[in-house]
């Protein structure tokens, strides 16, 4: 029997419990989930692409059908390269959908054998986007509640700061 793989795109710049809530979601739907990391030459991250990957494995190392690989250029490309069938995206609200729905058209006219799939996060996440986390981080809020332990960790150090007591 063949095995079912399918993509999760994204630059995960951090990872958050939201992005983490997806990738589960989807490994109970498909065989195996490529955690997809984009280099991102379009977009100024606040962490590498080798520091956002290593932030993946640790946030999802209970999950062994789950890989975490980085990617560039056109995710369509990457994900077909991969024997994928398809590729999960996020929906957090009406505004996503417009976007998504528009990009998955245009993802299946580049690669028709490549199916599109959004999942919703639970609900505790559905407010959650790796900007606000950055932003809310950078201005010294805390962000515990939104990434994990490990994804905190190494943002509160990248932004010169400490755990509160």
């Known amino acids: 029997m063949a095995h079912v793989l399918a993509v999760y795109p994204g630059t995960f710049d951090p990872i958050t419990l939201g992005h983490e809530d997806l990738v589960r979601r989807a490994a109970r739907l498909f065989d195996r989930v490529i955690v997809a990391v984009a280099i991102a030459h379009h977009k100024k991250t606040l962490f590498s ?6 932030m993946a494995r640790q946030a999802l190392a209970d999950c062994p059908q789950v890989q975490v690989e980085s990617f560039e250029g056109l995710v369509t490309e990457f994900t077909a390269a991969r024997g994928g069938t398809a590729m999960v995206r996020g929906l957090r609200s009406g505004t996503d ?3 998504e729905f528009q990009l998955a058209g245009m993802n299946r006219a580049l690669v028709p054998g490549v199916e599109t799939v959004f999942l919703t996060p639970a609900s505790q996440y559905q407010f959650i986007s790796s900007t606000l986390v950055r932003e809310i981080g950078t201005l010294g809020g805390d962000v515990a509640q939104f990434v994990s332990p490990g994804v ?12 509160a007591a």
Not at 152 to 163: F, I, M, Q, S, W
């Open 97 to 99: 959908f417009d976007y």
């Open 152 to 163: 905190h960790e190494r943002l509160l150090h990248k932004l010169g700061r400490t755990a």
């Open 49 to 54: 692409l080798d520091e956002r990957m290593e």
